[in-house]
């Protein structure tokens, strides 16, 4: 398949990742875009990078300003026996850096201590604090113990829903019906409706299934899966619920190349709709990993039931 760029979408929905990586832990940009297009088909050149970071006020280069204005808190608070720690858009800065910085640029402390140079509204991402106590001196911690690979796996399918989540409401794929009372997909209730009626099939089939009517009952699975494409498409945020309860009650009531025949086809078909990048096609590609039915199935019961839990499922 072949790869594009990344949308404006796609930046909105990974932007808490792209932050984490990149400002809390201090990941260089060559390694952010590394990680992001291996773990998330994320695909976006340097430059774009460096322009979306400059844009969410990410860029970790020290400004003039920015300088001058920790120099002259540092001298304040240095008269009164204060010690500082310094962040500049929520990042911590290293004293060392700015000393480094000031070295550089010989001629900047002289002409700001003569006033040539005013700090004006430029410094505004400075963030000045007293310094926490040493924790070694405080108490000690015990080792960081690893979490395991179902751990992560876990850990990595909340954090998707939670991205999903917040860009479909911030970019307004989801929104609020008249009542404010629940978010529709982009057609409003009319995609709820049509995610229903397809819904419904699909449990008409199932039921056909479980009946013994083997021939009408997979006719009309075939019926809905040629409906997949605009379920997909619209984004209802029903779908969720859907795909999982379905992928679950394949692996649970067919035989198991079956049922994993069909689960991978809503994968591949997620991909082909929404793209490799999009959360839901991510989604699958977390809950599938390995090879183990039982694992992969509690995987989609569990998720399933956190998202839904008062919701009657297929099985």
């Known amino acids: 398949m072949q790869q594009t760029y990344a949308t404006e979408t796609d930046w909105e929905l990974h932007r808490e990742k792209i932050t984490e990586l990149y400002s809390e832990q201090d990941k260089p940009l060559g390694e952010v875009m590394e990680i992001m297009q291996r773990d998330h088909l994320f695909r976006a050149t340097p430059k774009m990078f460096k322009t979306r970071i400059k ?11 920015e300088v001058l204005e920790m120099v002259r808190l540092k001298r304040q608070r240095d008269a009164v026996g204060k010690k500082s720690k310094f962040f500049i858009r929520n990042r911590p800065v290293n004293w060392e850096d700015v000393e480094r910085y000031l070295k550089r640029s010989r001629n900047l402390l002289t002409k700001f201590d003569s006033g040539f140079l005013e700090i004006g509204g ?12 040493d924790p070694s001196i405080v108490l000690t ?4 113990i690893e979490a395991s690979d179902e751990l992560r796996t876990a ?18 794929i989801w929104t609020y019906d008249s009542g404010g009372a629940c978010y529709f997909g982009r057609r409003g209730s009319a995609t ?3 995610f229903l009626n397809w819904y419904t099939s699909m449990s008409t ?7 013994s009517r083997i021939e009408q009952g997979f006719r009309l699975i075939n019926t809905c899966f040629n409906q997949l494409q605009q379920v997909l498409e619209e984004q209802d945020p029903s779908i969720l619920f859907g795909l999982l309860d379905l992928g679950t009650f394949f692996l649970s009531n067919f035989p198991k190349d079956l049922g994993r025949s069909y689960v991978d086809y809503i994968r591949d078909f997620s991909q082909t709709i929404l793209g ?10 977390r809950c599938l990993s390995g090879h183990e039915p039982d694992r992969i199935r509690l995987r989609l019961v569990a998720l399933t039931q956190a998202l839904y839990p008062s919701t009657k499922t297929l099985q």
Not at 127 to 133: A, G, I, L, Y
Not at 141 to 144: D, N, Y
Not at 157 to 171: L, N, P, Q, S
Request: charged share 25%; glycine share 10%; hydrophobic share 40%.
């Open 55 to 65: 844009k969410w006020g990410l860029d970790k280069k020290h400004k003039a300003p």
């Open 141 to 144: 911690l015990p080792g960081i």
């Open 192 to 194: 709820y409706f049509h």
């Open 205 to 211: 089939a199932i039921f056909y299934i479980k009946g």
């Open 276 to 285: 490799e990048r999009h959360p839901i096609s991510l989604l699958w590609v």
């Open 122 to 133: 430029h410094a505004t991402g400075v963030v000045c604090r007293t310094p926490s106590p």
């Open 155 to 172: 850990d990595e399918v909340v954090r998707i829903m939670r991205d999903y989540f917040r860009g479909a409401i911030e970019g307004g």
